[in-house]
C-alpha cells in the first residue's frame, strides 16, 4: 500500500496554522517566531514530509543535533532537564535545531538514520555496542554526563569523584567518623565514581593502614545495592528496610545523589528520626528541590545546565574540526551546605 503523500496542509491543519506560516518556517524565512518555526520543523519531521523531499534533509541536517536520553533518566529529569535545556539554550543561540529522542532498547532514531542531523549528543549512560553503531552514521558525537571506556568519545563530566572527595573530607571535619555511603554501585558510573571518591577519602583522611581496612569501615556503614528501585518506585518501606540492613548505624549517610537523599529523609522522619540530630543526611547533585526540603539539604552542586551549554560546543566544534583529537572536558563541584547535617556530637 502506497503510504499517502504528506502535504503543507496537513501540517497547517494539525497545528491549526495558516499554510503560509508552515511555508515560511520549512523555506526558512521571516514572518514566524522561533517558537513556532520549531513546532512546524518538529511536526513536520514527525509526519515524514521532511522525508519526501532530498531538498530539506540537505537543508535542515546542517541546522539540526540530536539528543539521545535513555528512557530510564526521565526519571531524573530535574537533573537531566537541566542539561537539556543547556543544550537546547546553547543550540538555539548557534542556530541549531534540537531533535530529543528516548531509548530503551539499541534502536537508532530515524534522524540519524536518514541523515537529518548534523550531529548527536547522548545524555547519561550509553552502552559501547550502541554508541559503536551510532558512529557507523559518520555523524559527530557527544557524551555528557558519561564517558565511554571503550569506545574514544568527546564527552562532558561534572567531577564526580572529586565532589565525593571534597564532601567526605568535610563530614570529616565536622569531627564525623561514622559515615556512610548509599546508592546502587551498578546504576550507573557516576555512582560508581561518587563512591570511589567517598572510600578514597575515608582512606586518607581517617588514617586507614591498607585498603582492605578502609573497606571493612565501608561496609560496615554502608549500603551500596538494591536501592535505586526504591527510589524509582518512591518505596519507602523498602528504602527503610536497606537502611536497617546497614551493619552499624552512622552518624551521617552520604546518598548518591538528591532523589535519594529527599526519599531518605522523608522515611527517616516518618520513623520518627530527628534531622540532622539523630542523623545527618547529604546528597549529590543540587537539583532544585534541595532548597526546599526540610531541612534544607547539604549537597554538592554540579553545574548542570552548564554541562548541556559545553557538551553543544564541544559538538559545533567537532563538526567544524572532525579530526581533531578526543577530549574529556571535567567540570568543577562545589559544596553547598544548608542544614541536613550538623556538628558531631563527639566534638
Not at 508552515?22 to 526558512?28: E, G, H, K, Y
Not at 551498578?186 to 560508581?192: A, E, K, L, M
Amino acid at each position: 500500500m502506497t503510504r499517502k503523500k504528506v502535504t503543507m496542509k496537513d501540517i497547517a491543519e494539525k497545528l491549526n496554522l495558516s499554510i503560509n506560516a508552515v511555508s515560511l518556517a520549512l523555506n526558512d524565512r521571516a514572518g514566524v517566531g522561533e517558537e513556532t518555526r520549531r513546532l512546524i520543523l518538529n511536526t513536520a519531521e514527525e509526519m515524514g514530509y521532511l522525508d519526501q523531499s532530498a531538498k530539506y534533509v540537505q537543508t535542515y541536517s546542517n541546522k539540526n543535533i540530536c539528543v539521545l536520553l535513555e528512557h530510564r533518566f526521565f526519571r531524573d529529569f530535574r537533573f537531566y532537564g537541566r542539561v537539556l535545556l543547556g543544550i537546547e539554550e546553547q543550540a538555539k543561540k548557534s542556530g541549531y535545531d534540537v531533535f530529543v529522542n528516548s531509548f530503551e532498547v539499541e534502536n537508532v532514531p530515524s534522524c540519524v538514520e536518514n541523515h537529518k542531523v548534523s550531529g548527536i549528543i547522548v545524555v547519561g549512560k550509553i552502552s559501547a555496542s550502541f554508541l559503536t553503531k551510532l558512529k557507523t552514521y559518520h555523524l559527530p558525537v557527544v557524551l555528557a554526563d558519561y564517558t565511554s571506556l571503550e569506545e574514544p568519545t568527546d564527552c562532558v563530566m561534572s567531577d564526580n569523584k572529586q565532589g565525593a572527595y571534597k564532601m567526605t573530607s568535610y563530614l570529616i571535619e565536622k569531627g564525623f567518623r561514622r559515615i556512610g555511603y548509599m546508592g546502587d554501585l551498578d546504576y550507573s558510573p557516576s555512582t560508581r565514581e561518587r563512591f570511589f571518591g567517598y572510600h578514597e577519602a575515608i582512606q586518607n583522611k581517617l588514617g586507614f593502614k591498607d585498603f582492605d581496612e578502609s573497606l571493612k569501615y565501608v561496609q560496615r556503614f554502608s549500603c551500596i545495592s538494591d536501592v535505586e528501585n526504591a527510589v524509582i518506585n518512591q518505596d519507602m518501606e523498602k528504602l527503610y528496610e536497606r537502611f536497617l540492613d546497614i551493619q552499624e548505624r552512622p552518624e551521617v549517610i552520604f546518598c548518591s545523589n538528591d532523589h535519594l537523599a529527599f526519599l531518605l529523609l522523608k522515611v527517616l522522619q516518618k520513623k520518627g528520626f530527628s534531622i540532622p540530630e539523630d542523623i545527618g543526611i547529604v546528597g549529590f547533585d543540587d537539583v532544585e528541590m534541595s532548597h526546599m526540603v526540610y531541612p534544607a539539604l547539604t549537597t554538592v552542586n554540579v553545574r548542570k545546565k552548564k554541562m548541556g551549554e559545553n557538551a553543544t560546543k564541544r559538538l559545533l566544534y567537532r563538526i567544524a574540526h572532525p579530526k581533531e583529537e578526543v577530549q574529556m572536558l571535567v567540570m568543577n563541584v562545589e559544596i553547598v551546605e544548608r542544614d541536613s547535617v550538623c556538628m558531631a556530637k563527639n566534638i
